[in-house]
């Protein structure tokens, strides 16, 4: 009996201006996701708290200012507490924290008048944790996002993983955060690198993530490999030239699916504009939703989000395909009035746009478009390569415009023989990309190489990671 195909997803969102509304956007992306029947969503690096990218927090060597110090204040003031220890290393409480074991889940209440003075339930956290298990639970969305939590009095980069019926099963916390953000997040240990694993409609999945540029570390990667993991996950804060080709290696190299997520950052912030035919705004919609389940638990802004005081004009996406030479095309992707939608809206089923698949991506999209390739309209650098100027098209007028972003996304999703199955996602803050896959097609690429196994020889290499367990995870 053939597997069932899986739809796993990604997107390139932005941290909004405060945590509940970053929140309320997860919400909205995992019901639209949900209606198009997306089975897992990953989305960036820090998406939940922010990427303070551009700043230092007024350090040089040797000093430090009062103001940074109050920038770095405002920063861990909007970071997640999740309810996590510090651990042994910056662990955690790993299994512990998963079945809300640590010391003080349960509590004495506090014997006042009408008071029993019956164990309650100690509320550890803000109810971060608590408001994505309640997104996945109720969209049925296996989510997966990067987010800043704070522990102690440190910040760390993390990444939860979000079961509909289990809640949070595992969570990871960067083990080597790059260059400046060494300044402000603490290392996380190897022992968080635990792969997770689910079941999807009598599919096993074990999956596990390395956060940006942990990418770069073969060590890191071949610990994830040895998991026996079929779905490799890479929140990252890299939108490089160079990013997707390492994704491609990845895929091959571990013989997994790999699913990449970058958030696209305009520089003038400008306000996200929702495909919604006819009906709500995001906004008013994400207003609703709160007036339906009661404002979020965390309220803290944060200042490394984009701000909404700035409108911007809608302007057609690009949608990005590779031949069997690995040449990118960019594709024009319009409908007949010739706007472009790059994922359909809840109840609206539009695969041919939203979704691409190796090796027939030219004759598989539906679109005018398609059947004649456009030229690729590169970004230029700004402001030292700071920001980059994309073309875009006010679609109210035609006219060709540019556009600014501090990032421009690059989400994608490539399969266990590297080929580009969705995306690269660029200059798109609201779409979701998304492809079916078939994870048998992992054990299929395992015939010629199985870098964990038969390939491996490990008679002769020896891995080991202190506090981690690399046994492998099973198939079935």
């Not at 690096?45 to 770095?72: H, K, L, Q, W």
């Not at 990444?159 to 083990?175: E, F, L, Q, S």
């Not at 005018?368 to 100027?389: E, H, Q, V």
């Not at 506090?467 to 099973?474: E, I, K, R, Y």
Request: proline share 5%; hydrophobic share 35%.
């Amino acid at each position: 009996m053939a597997h069932s195909k899986i739809r796993i997803a990604t997107a390139s969102p932005s941290t909004q201006s405060t945590t509940s509304e970053t929140l309320s956007q997860i919400a909205h992306l995992a019901r639209r996701a949900a209606s198009n029947h997306v089975d897992i969503l990953l989305l960036p690096e820090a998406y939940i708290g922010g990427y303070p990218r551009g700043t230092n927090f007024g350090c040089v060597m040797g000093s430090r200012s009062a103001e940074g110090r109050d920038e770095y204040l405002r920063y861990f003031q909007a970071a997640v507490d999740l309810g996590d220890i510090v651990g042994e290393g910056g662990a955690g409480g790993l299994e512990k924290w998963v079945r809300r074991e640590l010391v003080g889940d349960e509590i004495q209440g506090r014997v006042q008048e009408g008071d029993k003075g019956d164990k309650v339930k100690n509320k550890r956290g803000d109810g971060t944790r608590e408001e994505l298990e309640r997104i996945a639970r109720e969209t049925g969305v296996f989510l997966v996002t990067g987010c800043i939590e704070k522990a102690g009095g440190s910040l760390y980069c993390s990444a939860v993983y979000v079961c509909p019926k289990m809640g949070m099963i595992g969570k990871r916390r960067k083990v080597m955060p790059t260059a400046i953000e060494r300044l402000v997040w603490a290392q996380g240990s190897p022992a968080t690198l635990r792969a997770v694993s689910t079941v999807i409609r009598g599919v096993r999945i074990n999956l596990a993530a390395a956060i940006c540029w942990e990418n770069y570390m073969p060590m890191l990667r071949q610990s994830l490999y040895s998991q026996n993991i079929n779905l490799y996950l890479a929140p990252t804060a890299d939108g490089r030239d160079t990013w997707l080709p390492l994704m491609r290696t990845v895929a091959i190299e571990g013989r997994c699916f790999v699913v990449t997520s970058n958030m696209c950052v305009r520089k003038d912030g400008g306000k996200q504009q929702a495909k919604t035919n006819g009906g709500p705004t995001l906004a008013q919609q994400q207003q609703e939703q709160q007036q339906q389940t009661g404002t979020s638990a965390v309220a803290d802004p944060s200042p490394y989000s984009r701000s909404d005081s700035h409108s911007r004009p809608k302007h057609i996406r690009r949608q990005s395909i590779f031949d069997e030479d690995g040449n990118e095309i960019v594709l024009p992707c319009c409908n007949d009035q010739g706007v472009v939608e790059v994922e359909a809206e809840a109840g609206i089923h539009d695969e041919a746009v939203s979704t691409t698949t190796a090796k027939t991506s030219l004759s598989s999209a539906t679109t005018p478009a398609a059947s004649a390739p456009a030229p690729a309209l590169a970004p230029k650098p700004d402001n030292n390569g700071k920001t980059f100027k994309c073309p875009v098209i006010d679609r109210s007028t035609g006219a060709k415009t540019e556009e600014e972003f501090v990032s421009r996304g690059g989400s994608a999703i490539v399969s266990p023989f590297g080929d580009v199955l969705a995306g690269p996602q660029w200059e798109d803050d609201e779409g979701i990309i998304w492809a079916d896959v078939d994870f048998e097609d992992c054990i299929r690429g395992r015939l010629d190489l199985d870098t964990a196994g038969s390939y491996s020889r490990n008679d002769t290499f020896k891995l080991k990671v202190e506090g981690l367990d690399l046994s492998p995870l099973p198939y079935q």
